[in-house]
């Protein structure tokens, strides 16, 4: 199975702009939607962003719709996720994931639960906004 890596994290302020990188492993990457999620301490993960296998849908949740927008660069198998306006309260270990299953649009993982046990998780990468 493919893994993936998590990066770009770090300290900001308010207002700030961040753009996190999630690497895959090998070029079966390039087969998955990719997605996005969040875990704040003592909250439950929390789904941020999909794209599709291919990059030509992407879907967002609303608790940071408007202030990020989330690509890929498959001939790199990475995945981007830009950040803007970040707020104290988007503090939070960011990580990424794959749909379970290749070949699927974006908002298939909008429906799958975060905490569904076909999800792999990695180190991620930490996001820490002052105030």
């Known amino acids: 199975q493919v893994q993936l890596r998590e990066s770009g994290g770090g300290l900001v302020q308010a207002g700030d702009s961040l753009r996190l990188s999630c690497v895959g492993s090998d070029n079966t990457f390039r087969d998955y939607a990719v997605g996005w999620f969040r875990q704040a301490p003592e909250r439950e993960r929390e789904y941020v962003a999909a794209i599709s296998w291919t990059g030509s849908s992407t879907d967002y949740a609303d608790l940071m719709k408007g202030r990020v927008a989330i690509s890929r660069d498959n001939t790199n198998n990475t995945v981007y996720l830009q950040m803007n306006a970040l707020e104290p309260e988007d503090t939070a270990v960011y990580y990424c994931?794959?749909?379970?299953?290749?070949?699927?649009?974006?908002?298939?993982?909008?429906?799958?639960?975060?905490?569904?046990?076909?999800?792999?998780w990695g180190q991620g990468t930490q996001v820490t906004v002052s105030s």
């Open positions: 994931s794959h749909y379970p299953h290749p070949y699927t649009t974006a908002d298939a993982m909008g429906i799958l639960p975060a905490n569904n046990p076909h999800y792999r």
